[in-house]
């Protein structure tokens, strides 16, 4: 989907037919970045009251204002539920927000990064520096890439995995099937936990159904965590969560001050809330 066409009047239109009969809109008052890499339509825009903004194909995948509330969650929410993650790998999220918020756990000794398009990447590194400092860390080791294959290729290596896919739509859409969960499961240590991107329990429930059967029926545990987060369809996004062992909806452990105190979003509270859903989404998900 080229996205010139979304632009009009200074202001960016998000359409998408995964959310039919609905838009969004973000006043910009400059486009930074626009071209078409081998894989997707890449934009990137200052805003006039959000920061910059990162585009994929026309769709939103952050802005500099409310980014902190989705990488923070899905990066804490499985790595505090984990009594002490050392090997993490993570899928997708070439702008480093994931990354970012990796880097703050001092048990983690190294973090497996695979991405599909490099150009996502660079260009994060080019116009989003508070999230691409997310890849300066030496524990990093960067694989460019199809994420599906990487992780068929892994027996047992991670005690953590975090996929931040864009939608099931595109580059993304292998991200969203059971052979992949399959292969996430394999790929994780015994007592490991697989975090994903979990659209919206209001405007995508087929999707949650999907993962949470496919994770039910993969996993000793199972939830499912949601993101208040206003520039996402319909205010807020969820995390698909699968565990090998350690309960998901609380932190392991303590959580150290050190690493609170450069918190916005994240608390042992938030992430225990997360996990009480509205009674349409706990009856939907009964049913399974
Ligand atoms: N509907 C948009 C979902 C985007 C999820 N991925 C965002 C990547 C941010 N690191």
Redesign the pocket.
């Known amino acids: 989907m080229e996205n010139q066409d979304q632009i009009k009047d200074g202001w960016f239109f998000e359409t ?1 037919p ?1 959310w039919p009969g609905m838009g969004f809109s973000l006043e910009i008052e400059k486009i930074l970045y626009h071209k078409k890499s081998r894989f997707q339509h890449i934009g990137v825009y200052q805003t006039r009251h959000h920061g910059k903004m ?1 585009a ?1 194909d026309g ?4 802005t500099e204002s409310d ?1 902190f509330a ?2 923070e969650m ?1 990066a804490h929410v499985p790595l505090f539920a984990h009594p002490r993650p050392e090997q993490v790998l993570v899928i ?7 990354l970012r918020e990796i880097c703050r756990h001092g048990s983690v000794k190294t973090i497996d990064f695979c991405e599909i398009d490099e150009e996502v990447i660079r260009v994060s590194k080019e116009f989003l520096p508070s ?1 691409a400092c997310g890849f300066d860390d030496p524990r990093i080791r960067v694989h460019i890439g199809d994420g599906h294959a990487f992780v068929l290729e892994k027996k047992k290596e991670y005690d953590v995995i975090i996929v ?4 099931p739509i595109g580059p993304g859409d292998v991200l969203f099937k059971k052979p992949f969960y399959e292969g996430l499961k394999a790929a994780l240590k015994p007592g490991g936990i697989v975090a994903t ?1 979990g ?2 329990i209001f405007l995508h429930q087929e999707c949650v159904l999907r993962l949470a059967k496919i994770t039910k029926e993969l996993f000793i545990k199972q939830g499912y965590s949601c993101i208040m987060i206003p520039t ?2 319909g205010g807020n ?1 969820g995390i698909c969560l699968g565990s090998l062992g350690p309960d998901l909806n609380k932190p392991a452990e303590p959580v150290p001050d050190q690493i609170q105190d450069q918190l916005k979003y994240y608390t042992p509270e938030i992430h225990a809330a997360s996990f009480v859903l509205p009674h349409f989404a706990k009856q939907m998900l009964a049913r399974l």
């Open positions: 998408c995964l990162l994929l769709i939103i995948q952050l980014e989705y990488q899905l997708g999220g070439g702008d480093g927000g994931i999230l931040d896919s864009s939608d991107q659209e919206s996402y369809p996004i």
